[in-house]
């Protein structure tokens, strides 16, 4: 942190980021979320030299935050601790990307991802120096995590308003496979390297049967959360009803843009018009949710 109270790499001070926060990847997705905001509330705005694009605003009168990250599992780890080290209280975050889909779901709908694991290349398999152990015959190219899940209540409050806004039956719900690569650990195979695998997608459905898209950062994010150490005492006099001691509440969603049971890769704008619905159905849920605690409402805050 500077001397000036601002944090490395979003740049941020305590008082420029709500307890209630969306992130997603592209800062443009980010921009498409601040239309929404409140007109009658200032809006922040601030993008940081390691590419965080900040935005804080108020949404139905509730201070919120956008923060567009970037990809993949180093880029949410930097903003959830972050973010975590200068906001008081309780954080909500939900993710709203996109994935692949590896299941049921079609380009153009909806995954509520309300749990995640990590695929992550296992170097060790890749090595060729002599002096290394060699490596046994049981040792696999890519490690699967165990499974860790999303805040059930904030879940259900996105789950349903993504019904409500697109219909049963373009919205899913299930496990999701966080991958460090979005390509070997995502089992496309590239000619110019090595990456063992062309059988990974099979892999994951003998493991975990139930996983139905491939992203980058939602396992991060889940497993920080679970991580995330309780709040202070003081909270004990709120009158919230949510009662696990995690100061972290995630949830997650994305759009479907590959079918990698089809081949089928969404349109631009087939993207937008998705965005437009969904961020109002994710907004909603963020604001209704309960906190057992937030940043007061001091001289130093931007909303
Ligand atoms: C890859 O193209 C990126 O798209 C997905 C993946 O998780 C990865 O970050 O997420 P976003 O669209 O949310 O950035």
Request: glycine share 6%.
């Amino acid at each position: 942190m500077s001397d000036k109270g601002r944090v490395y790499h979003l740049e941020v001070k305590r008082g420029e980021v709500a307890n209630r926060i969306i992130t997603v990847g592209e800062h443009s997705r980010a921009e498409e979320f601040a239309q929404c905001l409140d007109k009658d509330a200032p809006v922040f705005r601030l993008i940081s030299k390691r590419g965080f694009l900040t935005i804080t605003g108020k949404y139905k009168g509730v201070p919120i935050s956008i923060v567009g990250i970037g990809m993949g599992l180093p880029m949410m780890d930097f903003f959830v601790r972050e973010v975590r080290s200068i906001v008081d209280g309780q954080l909500a975050i939900i993710r709203f990307g996109s994935c692949g889909s590896i299941g049921a779901a079609r380009i153009g709908s909806v995954i509520v991802q309300n749990s995640a694991f990590a695929i992550t290349r296992n170097y060790n398999y890749f090595s060729d120096t002599e002096d290394l152990e060699p490596v046994s015959s049981d040792e696999k190219p890519y490690n699967f995590s165990k499974i860790f899940h999303a805040d059930p209540e904030l879940c259900k409050k996105v789950e349903l308003e993504l019904i409500k806004s697109f219909g049963e039956e373009h919205v899913f719900t299930g496990l999701n496979a966080t991958c460090d690569s979005f390509y070997s650990s995502q089992g496309r195979e590239d000619v110019n390297f090595r990456d063992y695998n062309s059988n990974l997608i099979s892999s994951i459905h003998d493991i975990y049967p139930e996983a139905i898209s491939l992203e980058m950062e939602t396992f991060m994010l889940f497993h920080l959360a679970k991580s995330s150490t309780p709040l202070p005492l003081k909270d004990s006099n709120s009158k919230n009803t949510n009662n696990s001691n995690h100061s972290i509440k995630a949830a997650a969603a994305a759009m479907v843009f590959a079918d990698r049971v089809t081949n089928d890769f969404i349109s631009s704008d087939k993207v937008h018009d998705i965005q437009k619905v969904a961020r109002n159905a994710v907004l909603n849920s963020l604001v209704d949710f309960d906190l057992t605690y937030v940043h007061p409402d001091d001289d130093d805050c931007v909303w």
